[in-house]
């Protein structure tokens, strides 16, 4: 079950319930109605999120600068903040645990549409 929350700042504060176990020796997270969440996608949606931020609130000037702290490749850190123009429909999924079956980070961070509708229609939602 997930609970919304409008902040004072005017974000959204999502929280949801889940379960950290292994599967033949793989990190799997459940959420509570036993859906498997790709954590490898959310995590990087949610620093997309957040890098853009940093770099949105003058942290950083640049994705060039932001890499060199993290100590990250410049062009890695491009590819992942790419991921906040993927539609909400798309992230959602992943984030429920219903994304189709075989779309992976690779998939998100190649060069999609710039329309929602057509972002979908292409990796079959």
Do not use: H
């Amino acid at each position: 079950m997930s609970v919304y929350k409008l902040l004072e700042n005017g974000d959204i504060k999502v929280v949801v319930e889940i379960s950290l176990c292994r599967q033949s020796g793989r990190k799997m997270v459940l959420d509570a109605a036993g859906a498997n969440i790709d954590i490898v996608v959310v995590t990087a949606f949610a620093r997309a999120r957040r890098w853009q931020e940093m770099i949105d609130r003058g942290r950083f000037g640049n994705i060039s600068e932001l890499a060199s702290k993290l100590g990250l490749d410049q062009s890695y850190v491009a590819r992942i903040i790419r991921l906040n123009s993927v539609s909400p429909k798309i992230v959602s999924s992943f984030i429920r645990g219903k994304a189709p079956s075989g779309l992976s980070l690779t998939q998100l961070i190649k060069t999609l549409p710039v329309s929602w509708e057509e972002q979908e229609k292409k990796l079959g939602f």
